[in-house]
């Protein structure tokens, strides 16, 4: 067994020499078209990156074709795919490009998921269901990918559901601090989010609970019921993985509301929103929505959606990994 000190200086010497082929321009980004343009901007911007070139087009029966086009021999390149929206090609066009990566000679290949669609099916709710998590993302595992890291994944348990290790980040603190609301209380809007709100609420030094949440699994009706929780005239902040039809939100902000919380903020990473969701979430009265650019969003949203570039965090995490 090593001992820590020599470990220590194993990982130092490794990211000295990370250091050393970003200045000599060994590492390059391949942005595919999920990936939404600010955070490959700032993706390149923290993290130093030459952008590899590639050929994208559909053939006239709709199949994708895909070549990249930069000299990638011995290189290290880092490949971002947000699966939304089209996921399912999104997807077929992670996979092309993955398969295309392969025959380059390159020294390491990294994947960055900043949204993982097909996440939340990740056990059978129903008899005869599909685990639509393993069935999308176990052709991963015949790439040779040395790291892959996902943006708040839907639950911890996924990189077993599929067999990989996959290095989960979650950006609740970062984006509570960027947009520099102050917050008294968290809250997960469910069990399943029991984890966000922990972490959360640990690094700013609050406390933390949760709602019981029951979906209808036929119906997708929402009911969330409440629990012993005293937040009168406290600022709220509701953290989650999704939104997408805003009935969870909405529904937990009532009851917040109705508890006589001062403010409820929703801390949500991922946000697949339609005009009807933003209805929604208006009618609820919630004073915030905060959310990030792992999906490209339309660009005109109403000053109460706040979106945070996450570029700046994926980028200290790749650095670190
Ligand atoms: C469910 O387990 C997820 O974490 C979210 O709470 C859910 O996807 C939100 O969906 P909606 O906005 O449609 O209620």
């Not at 911890?156 to 290095?167: C, H």
């Not at 990030?292 to 700046?312: C, F, R, Y």
Request: aromatic share 8%.
């Amino acid at each position: 067994m090593l001992s820590n000190d020599v470990m220590k200086l194993i990982h130092k010497f490794i990211s000295f020499l990370k250091q050393i082929l970003i200045w000599c321009n060994y590492m390059f980004l391949l942005p595919l078209s999920g990936t939404p343009q600010s955070l490959v901007n700032s993706l390149r911007n923290y993290c130093n990156l030459s952008l590899a070139e590639k050929l994208h087009k559909r053939f006239p029966d709709g199949e994708q074709y895909i070549r990249i086009t930069s000299d990638m021999r011995n290189k290290i390149i880092i490949v971002v795919q947000s699966l939304y929206p089209e996921q399912d090609s999104k997807l077929v066009e992670l996979y092309l490009a993955l398969e295309a990566l392969e025959g380059l000679n390159l020294t390491d290949v990294e994947l960055v998921i900043p949204y993982m669609a097909y996440s939340r099916q990740d056990k059978r709710f129903l008899a005869g269901e599909p685990m639509s998590v393993k069935a999308v993302y176990m052709p991963l595992r015949l790439f040779n990918l040395r790291k892959i890291l996902a943006l708040d994944l839907h639950s911890p348990k996924i990189p077993e559901v599929i067999g990989l290790a996959i290095q989960n980040i979650l950006p609740h603190t970062y984006m509570v601090k960027k947009v520099g609301i102050e917050v008294d209380f968290i809250l997960a809007p469910d069990k399943g989010a029991l984890h966000r709100a922990r972490i959360l609420a640990e690094n700013i030094g609050k406390p933390f609970d949760y709602l019981e949440k029951y979906r209808d699994r036929i119906t997708g009706e929402i009911n969330v019921s409440i629990r012993e929780l005293d937040v009168k005239n406290l600022r709220i902040a509701i953290v989650d993985d999704i939104v997408s039809t805003g009935g969870t939100l909405a529904k937990a902000a009532q009851i917040l509301y109705d508890l006589g919380a001062s403010k409820v903020y929703a801390v949500v990473t991922h946000a697949l929103i339609s005009e009807k969701t933003i209805q929604t979430l208006s009618a609820s009265g919630l004073d915030m929505l905060i959310t990030t650019n792992s999906i490209l969003h339309p660009e005109a949203l109403p000053k109460w959606i706040q979106v945070t570039d996450v570029g700046e965090l994926l980028c200290s995490e790749l650095k670190s990994l």
